[in-house]
């Protein structure tokens, strides 16, 4: 009995370290719902509650385990165009390009105009 109760405690201690790290060595802007020092203390004065909360609601979402891990497990796109369906759809003729060639020219040219003037 005696035996199990140590093992427990040993795996809470090695869990509320392993939050300390993590939240130290987590980037600032990463951390949710709180800022970074806040989650520190609250994993410091409240070893397994603060290091539970840190695990579900504090880290990094899909952070990997490694204290401080900036690489993530299931990366998705970050936008529209880094999809990879977005590239088949959007073609651009020659016509089109011209045509967005000369407004780019002018765009350009009334850009200098407005410098010279002012």
């Not at 880094?82 to 003729?93: F, K, Q, Y």
Request: overall charge negative.
């Amino acid at each position: 009995m005696l035996a199990a109760e140590g093992l427990v405690g040993l795996v809470l201690f090695l869990f509320w370290v392993w939050a300390i790290f993590d939240c130290i060595s987590t980037d600032a802007a990463s951390c949710r719902n709180l800022p970074k020092g806040m989650w520190l203390i609250l994993v410091l004065i409240l070893p397994d509650i603060g290091a539970l909360a840190w695990l579900i609601i504090g880290r990094p979402e899909r952070a990997g385990w490694r204290p401080g891990s900036t690489d993530y497990s299931r990366p998705g796109p970050l936008g529209l165009e880094d999809h990879p369906r977005s590239g088949a759809s959007l073609e651009i003729t020659d016509r089109q390009s011209a045509e967005l060639d000369r407004k780019l020219q002018d765009w350009e040219r009334e850009q200098a105009e407005k410098s010279s003037e002012g």
